[in-house]
Each structure stands twice: as C-alpha cells, then as structure tokens.
C-alpha cells in the first residue's frame, strides 16, 4: 500500500480487466539457447489465469519453452505480467479453456472446430511481484 496525499490507496491489477484484448505476447526463455522468444498470440482470462490454445501442441516451441523454463511474462496492451506456466491436467479446467477461447474468439473468419478440439490448453498463473 502507497500513502498519496495523506490518504491509503492500493494498486491492483486483474487481468479480468485485458480479457477482451485480441492478442497477448508470450515471452518465453528458450530451452536450449537461454534468450527470449516472443509469440503474439489468442488467449482467453479467467480469474487470475491466462489460457492459450497451442495448435502444434507440445511440438510447439512456446509450449517447449514454457515446459522446460514454467516463469514466463506476458503482455496485454502495455502491460507486462509475470506467470507460470503449467500443463492442464484437470478434464474441468481442460473444457473451461477451450470453451472461454471458442466463445472469444468464435466470431473469426477460421473455422475454430478442430482447433478448439484438438489444441493443447495451456495455463499461465499470474504471480505477483
């Protein structure tokens, strides 16, 4: 808490608050050469979770990355958050990040089906610094 002319004011940030911004940019640490690698991508928020959807599933190289180095930061608008990677493993969890991205992003001109099917979910939990 900050003390601002005389008087407590908080800061908090949600990411509920960027959940309808098109695309975030995942910065992961390379497995193998240790240096940043960005990827703009679709992602979905629910509570203080980021969901992304990885087409190439686990052959992708941000879900290797993240898989190998989970501290990840990603940015929406000018924002940059910091969060941990993790495979879903929950069948709940697993149909929530595959509904929220279908429903955000279902008025695009792709054809979503086999995507929202067959990608791997993927969750970044926000960490507070």
Same mark, same amino acid.
């Given at each position: 808490? /900050? @003390?601002e002319h005389g008087r407590n004011t908080s800061l908090t940030i949600s !990411? *509920? %608050? =960027? $959940? #309808?911004e098109d =695309?975030?940019? !995942?910065t992961t640490t390379g497995r193998v050469t240790g240096r940043s690698h960005t990827v703009e991508i679709w992602f979905a928020i629910q509570g203080q979770t980021l969901y992304i959807l990885s087409g190439g599933r686990d052959r992708s190289d941000?879900?290797?990355?993240?898989m190998r180095q989970p501290h990840v930061t990603f940015k929406? @608008? %000018?924002t940059l958050f910091s969060g #941990? $990677?993790?495979l879903i493993e929950n069948a709940e969890e697993d149909a929530l990040a595959r509904r929220l991205l279908l429903e955000k992003y $279902? %008025? /695009? *001109? %792709?054809d979503l089906e086999d995507w929202g099917r067959t990608s791997l979910p993927v969750a970044f939990d926000l960490v507070l610094q």
């Amino acid at each position: 808490m /900050s @003390r601002e002319h005389g008087r407590n004011t908080s800061l908090t940030i949600s !990411l *509920e %608050d =960027f $959940a #309808q911004e098109d =695309f975030c940019y !995942l910065t992961t640490t390379g497995r193998v050469t240790g240096r940043s690698h960005t990827v703009e991508i679709w992602f979905a928020i629910q509570g203080q979770t980021l969901y992304i959807l990885s087409g190439g599933r686990d052959r992708s190289d941000w879900v290797k990355n993240a898989m190998r180095q989970p501290h990840v930061t990603f940015k929406i @608008r %000018d924002t940059l958050f910091s969060g #941990q $990677a993790r495979l879903i493993e929950n069948a709940e969890e697993d149909a929530l990040a595959r509904r929220l991205l279908l429903e955000k992003y $279902a %008025d /695009s *001109e %792709d054809d979503l089906e086999d995507w929202g099917r067959t990608s791997l979910p993927v969750a970044f939990d926000l960490v507070l610094q």
